[in-house]
């Protein structure tokens, strides 16, 4: 069996302005830079180390295409839909929602190549197609609630894909595992009553959204119990990413049961991003996919569709995202360059204060049945 990648051009040509974080401002001291935090150039390497490392040859490409609007109607609000679009004709673009995701004339379009990119590899996935795959898209989804885009994100893609996964396609559970280290903060609040989607959010502890991805979050009416969240301090590296998934992740998927795991696949927990303090490295990486892939095959035959969300490192993103599209594929090609750095760096170790987080939220996994 093979696995799925996808990539586009086009998502490579996403503008994000000349801002850093904020947009340029030089009355508050925002001076203009070539390359915005979120600009897509991080992804466009990843993908070229994905050709370049001859990791492609082991990889079924597929196509994205454009997400229809009544795939975006099945997730967000049609005045959210209806503004990005006419933004998206202004001779500048315009913005996602918070003022800080800035998009180009013609961002609705890549926005929807992102969405449908996301749909196409869920697609291939559920289909059999494929036996797993990789969705390099970009702008990434996971902020995105309903009504708004925010946090860079403009429509979101895996929430998209996953309801047409349920409404279209018949698929009776999907679970979503969020590891970017900020809080998916939209998924969540889109699967906020649904018993038909567990929603697993592993982030830093109040990074992004501020105040958000709190363990006493956890879904309302029949989807109470249904969304999950382990929000770790800053700090915590390899030990404790490794922890988290094997102690609260494997045992929800194991006591949910999906028919389809979807991994909002962030690389910004990597020890050289600029918007969060975590250490994980391509090691880390690898390992928790290894082992969503080993409960994938007790629970619904394999059936992993990762989309990928933010990571902001230009440096280390690239190899961190390879290392989870070789641990799909099965092969190994290429060692990590930067890991005697990022790796000899101390804190891999599980400490105490991380692991009483994670057994704390392990706990809620009782009430998934
Ligand atoms: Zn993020």
Sequence with gaps: MSTGYLWHELYGW?????GSLFPADPGVGLQPIAHHVAHPDTKRRMHELVVVSGLIDHLQRLQPRHAGEEELLRVHTPEHVRRIRSESRLPKGGDAGDGISPFGRGGYEIATLAAG???EVVDAVVQGRVENGYALVHPCGHHAPADTGMGFCVFNNAAVAVKRAREVLGVPKVAVVDWDVHHGNGTQSIFWDDPSVLTVSIHQDRCFPPNSGFGHERGGGAGHGYNLNLPLPPGTGDGGYLYAVENVVVPALRAFAPDLIVVASGMDPNAMDPLARQLVTSRGFRGMTQAVLDVAQEVCGGKVAMVQEGGYSP???PFCGYACI?????????????FPVVGG???HDLEPHQKAVCDEIAELVADIG
Excluded at 326 to 338: H, N, Q, S, W, Y
Aim: without cysteine.
């Design 117 to 119: 990119g996301a749909i």
């Design 326 to 338: 070789e641990t799909l594929a099965g092969v190994r090609l290429l060692d990590d360059p930067l």
């Design 345 to 347: 760096m101390h804190g």
């Design 14 to 18: 996403a503008d994000t302005g000349s």
């Design 315 to 317: 440096h280390y993103v």
